[in-house]
């Protein structure tokens, strides 16, 4: 099966349109360290959720166990990813912590939205074709 690169469009359309306005507006509202906060999880959730959608369209078309195994995994697999960068900004590059997770937050529900709606689409079509 093919790649379905349509599915990547909107979030590589919405995270750098949000990003950039985080850091239009973080210069009006926000010190200089919860804008790099901020716009370093975008980042990092904007990775998070193109890698989920790849994974998504990887195991779509496979039976429900091995749909299952293979997002879940994945999930877990870009969980602990996520987890190592954020150890890796806290660590080595000192960011503050709060803004950090309070931005992972914010950006992680917007990628939520992103990942739900490919998930839904991939199995309203994977039905239709059964």
Same mark, same amino acid.
Not at 98 to 105: D, E, I, V, Y
């Given at each position: 099966?093919?790649?379905?690169?349509?599915?990547?469009?909107?979030?590589?359309? *919405?995270?750098?349109? +949000?990003?950039?306005?985080?850091?239009?507006?973080?210069?009006?509202?926000?010190?200089?360290?919860?804008?790099?906060?901020?716009?370093?999880?975008?980042?990092?959730?904007?990775? &998070?959720?193109?890698?989920?959608?790849?994974?998504?369209?990887?195991?779509?078309?496979?039976?429900?166990?091995?749909?299952?195994?293979? *997002?879940?995994?994945?999930?877990?697999?870009?969980?602990?990813?996520?987890?190592?960068? %954020?150890?890796?900004?806290?660590?080595? &590059?000192?960011?503050?912590?709060?803004? +950090?997770?309070?931005?992972?937050?914010?950006?992680?529900?917007?990628?939520? *939205?992103?990942? %739900?709606?490919?998930?839904?689409?991939?199995?309203?079509?994977?039905?239709? &074709?059964?």
């Amino acid at each position: 099966m093919r790649m379905d690169w349509k599915e990547l469009r909107w979030p590589l359309i *919405v995270f750098p349109a +949000l990003l950039f306005g985080v850091w239009i507006a973080g210069d009006a509202v926000a010190d200089s360290e919860a804008q790099r906060s901020l716009f370093a999880s975008g980042i990092m959730c904007l990775g &998070h959720v193109l890698a989920g959608v790849v994974i998504l369209d990887w195991a779509a078309g496979r039976p429900p166990t091995s749909f299952l195994k293979r *997002v879940l995994g994945g999930m877990g697999v870009r969980l602990a990813v996520m987890l190592g960068l %954020v150890a890796l900004l806290l660590r080595v &590059h000192a960011f503050e912590a709060s803004s +950090l997770m309070l931005g992972l937050l914010g950006w992680y529900v917007v990628a939520l *939205v992103f990942e %739900v709606a490919a998930l839904q689409k991939k199995v309203t079509l994977h039905q239709e &074709h059964s």
